[in-house]
């Protein structure tokens, strides 16, 4: 699972605390901000959420998606959750794309 978690934030550039500096002005902003959550207990569950850019029929488009990655069995288990975050857009289609892009990690 720590390998699902691993691919999952390079893909969709989630961020950890570990990629803010503590002296910057902007980042400490970032990370107050309500779209960004970075938990982690490696091996049994992560949850994740930022702003991620999508496209969608040849355009960027902005949304804030949460992920939550656990141990199941001997399985793991992805849920991945979206909202706008600056435009309107075909939900089904943003659906399809987020998962085409998180099956292709996996």
């Known amino acids: 699972m720590d390998t699902v978690y691993a691919r999952l934030k390079s893909e969709f550039g989630?961020?950890?605390?570990a990629d803010f500096s503590p002296n910057d002005t902007a980042d400490k902003l970032a990370m107050m901000d309500a779209a960004?959550?970075?938990e982690a207990t490696p091996g049994a569950y992560y949850r994740l959420s930022d702003y991620v850019t999508q496209m969608m029929a040849g355009?960027?488009?902005r949304i804030v998606l949460r992920a939550e990655i656990r141990k199941e069995g001997q399985g793991t288990g992805i849920t991945l959750a979206y909202a706008p975050a600056d435009s309107l857009y075909?939900?089904?289609a943003m659906g399809a794309a987020l998962k085409a892009r998180a099956e292709h990690q996996l």
């Open 36 to 38: 960004w959550h970075h």
């Open 90 to 92: 075909d939900g089904e």
């Open 59 to 61: 355009r960027a488009v």
């Open 14 to 17: 989630f961020r950890s605390r």
